[in-house]
């Protein structure tokens, strides 16, 4: 059995944390994933409007007495109150991501609840260490979603190599056991999939959505900022959006200026395409890993298929390249 210092730094069988999707990762995708060993995340949701998050923090409770956790997109404004929630319902840890995680780990710290720093670049890496997050989460550039600019591989070794007793897990482009194991050589204490969960019954995003991620190819996604721009999102100029493309970025993608003389109309196409699941219009966030995906399944049987793979993988793989 894998176990790491991740597993024992949070009391988990298994080295694997369900990311944080804002809106989509609720409680049944994050109790779900603790109930199996892992470390579920609820993706806090964009709306200021703690009621919503307490909420689902009750209803994780309500399924199991396993460690879980909340994720905030911290770039976004007026979280204070949702992030007040968290700490005051002891989850037992909170993530930061796409912004300085310095203050955000002093509060964590002060609640005595641990910290996630999800980051992008070496720079918000350094301050995570100089902070002292618990768990520095490196996301490289195959991500689904907003990440970084980086490829995991580097990004990953670089993160590690600084984080000195902390550990890193590795997020983007993982999706199976070789992934998980992967990960695991390089350093990492463990793995943050979102687009694996995203194929996954408990995700509670539309099935549409599940169905793109299914039939994409591992070059079928791009690195984007056109959907931030179109709809004003609160991500830093440090951070791309990963979606699978579609008509709209073939449209876009590159002629971002033109496209802001039509903000507003184009706005309205997104969100109206959002709502009809028009998948030539509306973002699709998925990662490169959508291309090891083929089909949804329960979230336990992605964990354990994840494991007993990537077991499966360290001694076949070690025993042939070594000789053993
Ligand atoms: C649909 C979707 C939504 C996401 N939403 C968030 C989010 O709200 N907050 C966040 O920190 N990361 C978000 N991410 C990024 C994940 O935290 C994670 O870094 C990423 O999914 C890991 O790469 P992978 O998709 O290859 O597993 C999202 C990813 C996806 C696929």
Redesign the pocket.
């Known amino acids: 059995m894998i176990t790491t210092r991740l597993c024992t730094l949070l009391g988990i069988d298994f080295p694997i944390i369900s990311?944080?999707?804002?809106g989509?990762a609720t409680a049944e995708l994050a109790a779900a994933v603790s109930r199996t060993g892992g470390f579920g995340m609820i993706?806090a949701s964009l709306n200021p409007d703690p009621t919503w998050l307490k909420d689902q923090i009750q209803a994780v409770k309500e399924k199991t007495d396993l460690p879980f956790g909340v994720?905030f997109?911290n770039s976004a404004s007026g979280l204070e109150k949702s992030v007040e929630a968290a700490l005051d319902a002891k989850v037992a840890a909170v993530?930061c991501?796409?912004a300085d995680p310095t203050e955000f780990i002093a509060q964590a710290k002060n609640a005595g609840v641990r910290s996630f720093a999800?980051v992008q670049t070496l720079s918000d890496a350094k301050k995570a260490v100089a902070a002292g997050a618990d768990v520095i989460?490196a996301?490289g550039s195959?991500?689904?979603?907003?990440?970084s600019y980086m490829g995991t591989l580097s990004f990953v070794r670089a993160v590690v190599k600084i984080a000195g007793d902390i550990p890193v897990v590795a997020?983007?482009?993982?999706?199976d056991g070789p992934g998980l194991a992967a990960a695991l050589i390089l350093g990492a204490e463990g793995v943050?999939?979102?687009?694996?969960f995203?194929a996954s019954l408990e995700w509670a995003?539309p099935e549409w959505v599940k169905g793109q991620v299914v039939i994409a190819d591992a070059d079928a996604t791009i690195l984007t900022k056109v959907y931030d721009l179109v709809t004003d999102a609160p991500f830093p100029p440090s951070v791309g959006d990963r979606v699978i493309a579609n008509t709209f970025t073939d449209t876009w993608h590159g002629r971002e200026a033109e496209m802001m003389t039509r903000q507003s109309e184009l706005n309205e196409d997104v969100a109206t395409a959002t709502a009809a699941g028009d998948a030539t219009t509306a973002p699709i966030?998925?990662?490169?890993?959508s291309g090891l995906i083929r089909s949804v399944e329960p979230a336990s049987y992605i964990i354990r298929e994840l494991m007993s793979q990537a077991e499966a993988v360290l001694k076949n793989r070690t025993k042939t390249l070594l000789g053993g």
């Open positions: 990311a944080p999707m804002t989509t993706g994720g997109i993530g991501s796409f999800q989460v996301q195959e991500a689904g979603g907003h990440t997020s983007g482009g993982i999706a943050w999939l979102g687009t694996r995203v995003g966030r998925a990662g490169a890993a």
